[in-house]
T-cell receptor, first 116, second 112 residues
Framework: NAGVMQNPRHLVRRRGQEARLRCSPM?????VYWYRQLPEEGLKFMVY????????ESGMPKERFSAEFPKEGPSILRIQQVVRGDSAAYFC??????????????FGPGTRLTVL | GENVEQHPSTLSVQEGDSAVIKCTYS??????FPWYKQELGKRPQLIID?????GEKKDQRIAVTLNKTAKHFSLHITETQPEDSAVYFC???????????FGTGTSLTVIP
């Protein structure tokens, strides 16, 4: 059973370009979380999605950032018009999220975004 | 919302000694508390978790204790080894909410 997959692992963008980060959850997992981690800092929640539905996006900046988790294919975190402050590691995590039970989330390897 | 505080931020121990990392939380509805280990440049890895219906859980050299009344939980690593060196994060989650709230991390160094 493959773990959570993320690609690309490293992404370099110039200011003003767009960044697309992809996350494929573990098999059987229908819920995805995205986090941002700055160097030597903790994990900051951004958004929580299930298939075709955003559950909670309270941690995601209102401008330039968007996320989706379509019925088919990976979850995508999209950052438009990137700025240097967007440079960070972006992790996704997936969980099966069975009804009524908080389930463990498993993390992907992360995408390290560098904005020049 | 929930607020998770973690202490200490850095911890150095001699190989073979024990290490203890403590976290407090504010939301009494939180009922699930995982601990993650993150090595440099790697993903956070779940090492142990505890639910609010138990007070202690152990897995070999790692144990977690939970005090619901005081709203704090702790990670205990015994007989530490150099490969235990990493950043450790605690987290809290409630079935009534959507987010996992993470502590700010503890950088553990085990000195050979």
């Amino acid at each position: 059973n493959a773990g959570v997959m993320q690609n690309p692992r490293h992404l370099v963008r110039r200011r003003g370009q767009e960044a697309r980060l992809r996350c494929s959850p573990m098999k059987g997992h229908s819920h995805v979380y995205w986090y941002r981690q700055l160097p030597e800092e903790g994990l900051k929640f951004m958004v929580y999605l299930q298939k075709e539905n955003i559950i909670d996006e309270s941690g995601m900046p209102k401008e330039r950032f968007s996320a989706e988790f379509p019925k088919e294919g990976p979850s995508i975190l999209r950052i438009q018009q990137v700025v240097r402050g967007d440079s960070a590691a972006y992790f996704c995590a997936s969980s099966p999220n069975l009804a009524g039970v908080t389930d463990t989330q498993y993390f992907g390897p992360g995408t390290r975004l560098t904005v020049l | 919302g929930e607020n998770v505080e973690q202490h200490p931020s850095t911890l150095s121990v001699q190989e073979g000694d024990s290490a203890v990392i403590k976290c407090t939380y504010s939301d009494s509805a939180s009922n699930y508390f995982p601990w993650y280990k993150q090595e440099l440049g790697k993903r956070p890895q779940l090492i142990i978790d505890i639910r609010s219906n138990v007070g202690e859980k152990k897995d070999q050299r790692i144990a977690v204790t939970l005090n619901k009344t005081a709203k704090h939980f702790s990670l205990h690593i015994t007989e530490t080894q150099p490969e235990d060196s990493a950043v450790y994060f605690c987290a809290a989650h409630s079935n009534t909410g959507n987010q996992f709230y993470f502590g700010t991390g503890t950088s553990l160094t085990v000195i050979p």
